[in-house]
């Protein structure tokens, strides 16, 4: 199965901002989403696990949903502030392996 | 304090052989799955191989199969990553992760090892 993400979104100081994550290929709510952040020059950090939990210490702007209709799933940032500017990744799993989405370059203006 | 410290990284000629090592502490081993996660320059994460707890189970993503084993050593906290037949496209850096809760996904990640795959 496939994860796609868009390769790059842009928002303001402050906005919100929303990143899609369409899974092709089995069901996305059958199968928890996790998403990560990686800063540059960074190892990726655990955001969101089981499509909408937050590690602790993850901050409450952050949050994960799923779409049934569009076998999809979502990480909205709200409040966007300038360390949020990063790469961010979805991922899935089926029974023999985990797959990563392509990522997505986020850009605070 | 959950810590994974990656080692044998390093350049390689095609054809040759690596193996990485992750040094595990702060959690109890034995119990997470661990997988290794690599990133080729200016590119995303790709999930290479990943391993049960007990280290039963063995699972690889289909561009490594057959060139690269994973296992694990629970007495010692480590999970290794035999890389056989290299390739240049196998040249990344290489991550490893703990297992989230359940094995969904990774919640704990390595710095990073650089493996480089040239002639």
């Known amino acids: 199965f496939m994860l796609t993400q868009p390769h790059s979104v842009s928002e303001s100081l402050g906005k919100t901002v929303t990143i899609s994550c369409t899974r092709s290929?089995?069901?996305?709510?059958?199968?928890?989403v996790q998403w990560y952040q990686q800063r540059p020059g960074s190892s990726p950090t655990f955001l969101i696990y089981e499509h909408n939990q937050r590690p602790s210490g993850v901050p409450d702007r952050f949050s994960g949903s799923i779409d049934s209709s569009s076998n999809s799933a979502s990480l909205s940032i709200s409040g966007l502030k300038t360390e949020d500017e990063a790469d961010y990744y979805c991922?899935?799993?089926?029974?023999?392996?985990?797959?990563f989405g392509g990522g997505t370059k986020l850009t605070v203006l | 304090e959950v810590q994974l410290l990656e080692s044998g990284g390093g350049l390689v000629q095609p054809g040759g052989s690596l193996r990485l090592s992750c040094a595990a502490s702060g959690f109890s081993f034995g119990n997470f799955a661990m997988s290794w996660v690599r990133q080729a320059p200016g590119e995303g994460l790709e999930w290479v191989s990943g391993i049960t707890g007990s280290g039963s189970g063995t699972f690889s993503a289909d561009p490594v199969k057959g060139r690269f084993t994973i296992s694990r050593d629970n007495s010692k906290n480590m999970v290794y990553l035999q890389m056989n037949s290299l390739r240049a496209e196998d040249t990344a850096v290489y991550y490893c992760?703990?297992?989230?809760?359940?094995?969904?996904?990774?919640?704990?990640w390595g710095q990073g090892m650089t493996v480089t795959v040239s002639s």
């Open positions: 992760a703990k297992g989230s809760r359940n094995d969904y996904g990774m919640d704990v």
């Open positions: 991922q899935s799993y089926d029974s023999v392996s985990w797959v």
């Open positions: 290929g089995g069901s996305i709510a059958g199968h928890y």
